[in-house]
């Protein structure tokens, strides 16, 4: 196996950075919605039952039929990867966004409210920082789910590492998808490991006690 001559021919380098922009475009869009999500279910508590069954109707269809159904939406390319991305990785971010909202001790909630803390100043100084260490923990897992479907988006002309793979497998070219897929498992193991040391470093500082 000529690992060299994979990564220039198939220009890893080049389609690494193509798969990190859209990894990071992706995640940072289902922090945000999932986060605000979270916020808003833990306003409307009554909407959360109904929020969370549907995400996980979402979560059961299969990567390449949501890619398929999003294309006459957005079309080929990144647009309908990272909006698949964004779908399948809401519902850990939004989920525990909420969970970790609404299961602070009351004795923290007591506390705050006896210092003159208003509702709005509990939530931003007192259940915010406590739910992030869960935050994190359905980030890790929207990194993972993110990973995979921005590797898939490939079959669909997206680009980054999905793109060397689809051709590894038209060329029979074993090589190029040993190379690429094993690439892929790395950069995903480097990704979940950052994730994991951000979950703890949090853990350690706002876990409860």
Same mark, same amino acid.
């Given at each position: 196996?000529?690992?060299?001559w994979?990564?220039?021919?198939?220009?890893?380098?080049?389609?690494?950075?193509?798969?990190?922009?859209?990894?990071?475009i992706?995640?940072?869009?289902?922090v945000?919605i999932?986060?605000?999500?979270?916020?808003?279910?833990?306003?409307?508590?009554?909407?959360a *039952? !109904? @929020?969370? =069954?549907?995400?996980?109707? %979402?979560?059961? +269809?299969?990567?390449?039929?949501?890619? $398929?159904?999003?294309l006459?939406?957005?079309?080929?390319?990144?647009?309908?990867?990272?909006?698949a991305?964004?779908?399948?990785?809401?519902? *850990? !971010? @939004?989920? =525990?966004?909420?969970?970790? %909202?609404?299961? +602070?001790?009351?004795?923290?909630?007591? $506390?705050?409210?006896?210092?003159?803390?208003s509702?709005?100043?509990?939530?931003?100084?007192?259940?915010?920082?406590?739910?992030?260490?869960?935050?994190? @923990?359905?980030?890790?897992?929207?990194?993972?789910?993110?990973?995979?479907?921005?590797?898939?988006?490939?079959?669909?002309?997206?680009?980054?590492?999905?793109?060397?793979?689809?051709?590894?497998?038209?060329?029979?070219?074993?090589?190029?998808i040993?190379?690429?897929?094993?690439?892929?498992?790395?950069?995903?193991?480097?990704?979940?490991?950052?994730?994991?040391?951000?979950?703890?470093?949090?853990?350690?500082?706002?876990g409860?006690?």
């Amino acid at each position: 196996m000529d690992i060299r001559w994979v990564w220039e021919s198939q220009n890893l380098a080049q389609r690494t950075l193509e798969h990190l922009r859209m990894f990071g475009i992706a995640l940072a869009l289902s922090v945000v919605i999932g986060v605000l999500l979270g916020l808003y279910l833990y306003r409307r508590p009554k909407l959360a *039952p !109904i @929020a969370f =069954n549907v995400l996980n109707i %979402l979560e059961t +269809v299969p990567t390449l039929a949501l890619l $398929v159904l999003l294309l006459p939406l957005l079309g080929l390319g990144e647009k309908p990867t990272i909006a698949a991305s964004v779908i399948y990785s809401i519902l *850990p !971010i @939004a989920r =525990n966004t909420y969970t970790g %909202l609404t299961s +602070v001790e009351m004795s923290y909630i007591e $506390v705050a409210k006896a210092i003159g803390l208003s509702e709005r100043e509990v939530l931003l100084k007192v259940r915010f920082p406590l739910a992030l260490p869960l935050i994190a @923990a359905g980030v890790r897992i929207a990194v993972v789910f993110t990973m995979g479907v921005v590797t898939l988006g490939g079959l669909i002309a997206a680009g980054g590492l999905g793109a060397p793979i689809q051709t590894g497998i038209h060329l029979y070219d074993r090589d190029i998808i040993i190379v690429t897929g094993l690439w892929v498992g790395a950069l995903a193991l480097i990704l979940d490991g950052v994730a994991a040391l951000i979950e703890r470093y949090l853990r350690d500082r706002y876990g409860r006690r």
